[in-house]
């Protein structure tokens, strides 16, 4: 392997340029050319391909989003796209896929690998935190801080006003995000995919929580296209026509602004980690960090959706929020 390709796909992450960074320093540190792809697997099937020095990454560890643009392939989803994709790779000399990126495309990446026999090497890449392996992945962190900057400023209106917020944040099918800010922001609780959380025990805890000395609340609700934050509010509403209830949609906010200095150190550690996997010989694998150390995780197990939460959190929140 002589040339190492790198892209990033999926919904972007802050941190993902530091990702970028790592690579190609790393990967120009150790006598690899390297090669930007551009717009995710879109760019690869469409030769959006361009060589990378170490002034293309300059600058950028700080800056959120990705230089290298992100999509996500509809055409890498068939067998023709991916034949593409491989010629592409072959006539442009790249031995080695750096797939920056979350579950969707570490999962293309995996097929991929196995299809053409290529090696491909994964960095987790999604604020969703939700895949297997790794402690965290690039711009979960930055994403939670933003969730909890925004949810002391909603703390601030909601007190002044005794209003009930149902504040909806991203994270898929995954509660990390929301389970983690509602302690961290100091919310009076959190609807989380992974936990049942039916309307009544909501209207219970509702009546529980203002009728003690709290006269507003804060609750943090998962992004969900059946039950979000919308339609907890509307049930409340509903149940307790007394209550003055707001939503807040945080929306993609989420995913913009400058990594903390936590996704960086990830972003850079992985990086550095995915060219030694390469040098090792290891492929079809994601760059993840457990326990502080870097582990190489076979895509298979990456991208298993059942990463678990730490239900012990549920009593941390619900004791904390009396
Ligand atoms: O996977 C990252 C993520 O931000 C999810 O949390 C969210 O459900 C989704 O992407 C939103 O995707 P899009 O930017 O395509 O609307």
Redesign the pocket.
Known sequence: IKTIGILTS??D?PGMNAAIRAVTRSGICNGFEVKGIYRGFDGLINNEIRPFTTENVSGIIMQGGTILKSA?SKGFMTPEGRQKAYENLRNEGIGALVVIG??GSLSGARIFAEEFDFCCVGLPG???NDLYGTDSTIGYDTTMNTIVECVDRIRDTAQSHERIFFVEV???DAGF?AQNSAIASGAEAAIIPEDSTDVDQLARFMERGIRKSKKSCIVIVS?SPKCGALYYAERVRKEFPNYDVRVSILG?L??GGRPTAHDRILASRTGVGAVEAIMQGQRNIMVGIRNNEIVYVPFSDAIRTDKPLDMKLIKVLDELSI
């Open positions: 999926g919904g992450a996500r979350g579950n999604t604020i969703d991203m994270g898929r995000l992004e993609h989420q995913r």
